[in-house]
């Protein structure tokens, strides 16, 4: 069985860091995306980043919205598999609940995708809390 589960999050001033973890367990990776999406209140999930599970693929992609500010990453120091999503120079918009994603086995891994429909299994989600 799937497991995903998130941690770390939390409140903090705008400009300021936080970073997000997500182990995902019950699961070989051979060609899937990982991804972070985001919810505000009263607003769609929308894509952040997302990242091949193809080893050393290298393959990312970010929404516009977070370029240049968030970074995901594989956590190679942990036994399990675990995605970061370090967050920098945070906004007020940036506010929202933070989910882990993973598609099918097959579906995307020789690309990146930040397509909601594409993503099947998810984490329970972290808080993120910016105040400006």
């Known amino acids: 069985q799937v497991r995903l589960v998130e941690s770390g999050g939390g409140s903090v001033q705008a400009g300021g860091s936080l970073r997000l973890s997500c182990t995902v367990s019950g699961y070989v990776f051979k060609s899937n995306c990982v991804a972070w999406f985001r919810q505000a209140p009263g607003k769609e999930r929308e894509g952040v980043a997302a990242m091949s599970t193809r080893r050393n693929s290298g393959l990312q992609g970010y929404a516009d919205s977070v370029k240049g500010r968030f970074t995901i990453a594989r956590d190679n120091t942990m036994d399990t598999y675990t995605v970061t999503l370090q967050m920098d120079k945070l906004k007020s918009e940036d506010t929202g609940t933070y989910y882990c994603?993973?598609?099918?086995?097959?579906?995307?891994?020789?690309?990146?995708?930040?397509?909601?429909?594409?993503?099947?299994?998810w984490g329970q989600g972290a808080q993120v809390t910016v105040s400006s």
């Open positions: 994603g993973l598609t099918l086995q097959g579906v995307c891994g020789s690309r990146t995708s930040l397509d909601l429909s594409e993503y099947r299994h």
